[in-house]
């Protein structure tokens, strides 16, 4: 499986302090190894993981490519981007 940053993923990930990339570099590694576990509500079809307590990954998976769709440093960036589809 290939990971594909987005536009818009890959400038928020650039944008992160070091540490908190390296832990979405990790559980990216995870994801790769182990199936989605939640998906979004309201008929999205994106994923969420929950990186840091705090930190969210939006991607979606699509045959043999995984897209990063948002990096997320904090829970208030993430509820701003959900709502924007309710």
């Keep these: 499986m290939?990971?594909?940053?987005l536009d818009p993923a890959r400038?928020?990930?650039?944008?992160?302090?070091?540490?908190?990339?390296?832990?979405f570099k990790k559980h990216l590694e995870k994801l790769m190894q182990m199936p989605?576990?939640?998906?979004?509500?309201f008929g999205l079809p994106f994923n969420v993981e929950d990186v840091?307590?705090?930190a969210r990954l939006?991607?979606?998976?699509?045959?043999?490519?995984?897209?990063?769709?948002?990096?997320?440093a904090t829970h208030k960036e993430y509820e701003k981007w959900f709502n924007s589809y309710k």
């Design 11 to 23: 400038q928020e990930f650039l944008s992160l302090e070091k540490q908190l990339q390296e832990f």
């Design 52 to 54: 840091t307590k705090q």
């Design 36 to 41: 989605p576990r939640r998906h979004l509500r």
């Design 2 to 5: 290939k990971i594909v940053f």
């Design 58 to 72: 939006v991607y979606e998976i699509e045959e043999d490519n995984f897209y990063v769709l948002h990096c997320f």
